[in-house]
T-cell receptor, first 111, second 118 residues
Framework: GQQVMQIPQYQHVQEGEDFTTYCNSS?????IQWYKQRPGGHPVFLIQ?????EVKKQKRLTFQFGEAKKNSSLHITATQTTDVGTYFC???????????FGPGTSLSVIP | NAGVTQTPKFRVLKTGQSMTLLCAQD?????MYWYRQDPGMGLRLIHY???????AKGEVPDGYNVSRLKKQNFLLGLESAAPSQTSVYFC?????????????????FGPGTRLTVL
């Protein structure tokens, strides 16, 4: 079945350092969504990528969808303490399919 | 506009007890979902509903039942709670317009219910 992998599982960075998390799928995807969950909170939608090779930016966050539509990355430039949380990718094989969440990458930022 | 709400926020059960978790949304969304979240395992889909009166199984449906009698409400029931069901439960909803374009509906999550089964 469809498998979603995210690496790393945990990342501790000094405030101001960059951070990247990777999401990989065993199958070609229709799209990828990224969510952020603050400690004690609920997942909140960040962005969706649909096109092969697509790159989208939100302030210090850069999201990329692989050319083969099997992987994606989230890069945060100059992390801040407000970036702390777990970042999940969510995948679906087609736009009609259920969304499968990855295990998440937990980011800690040391002030 | 409250979005997605969940009741209760916390609950402690003894093994064998039953309970119902309530999810309500005021966005007129067609689709609703129940997930459980365990450390290191992300969100796993328990059951979902694509409309009033319909339900379907997700990845981990065993030990749970659901009902969608009204469009705005989605109930998750545990008939005989087990310690393995200790988890944080999230409800989510989407518009149900998936398929109209390449993308997938954004999921709007409730605040979660933290359940402990002793």
């Amino acid at each position: 079945g469809q498998q979603v992998m995210q690496i790393p599982q945990y990342q501790h960075v000094q405030e101001g350092e960059d951070f990247t998390t990777y999401c990989n799928s065993s199958t070609t995807l229709s799209n990828i969504q990224w969510y952020k969950q603050r400690p004690g909170g609920h997942p909140v939608f960040l962005i969706q990528l649909v096109k092969s090779g697509e790159v989208k930016k939100q302030k210090r966050l850069t999201f990329q969808f692989g050319e083969a539509k099997k992987n994606s990355s989230l890069h945060i430039t100059a992390t801040q303490t407000t970036d702390v949380g777990t970042y999940f990718c969510a995948q679906s094989k087609t736009s009609y399919d259920k969304v499968i969440f990855g295990p998440g990458t937990s980011l800690s930022v040391i002030p | 506009n409250a979005g997605v709400t969940q009741t209760p926020k916390f609950r402690v059960l003894k093994t064998g007890q039953s309970m119902t978790l309530l999810c309500a949304q005021d966005m007129n969304h067609e689709y609703m979902y129940w997930y459980r979240q365990d450390p290191g395992m992300g969100l796993r889909l328990i059951h979902y509903s694509v409309g009033e009166g319909t339900t379907a199984k997700g990845e981990v449906p065993d030990g749970y039942n659901v009902s969608r009698l009204k469009k705005q409400n989605f109930l998750l029931g545990l008939e005989s709670a087990a310690p393995s069901q200790t988890s944080v439960y999230f409800c989510a909803s989407t518009t149900g317009l998936a398929g109209a374009w390449e993308g997938t509906d954004t999921q709007y999550f409730g605040p979660g219910t933290r359940l402990t089964v002793l």
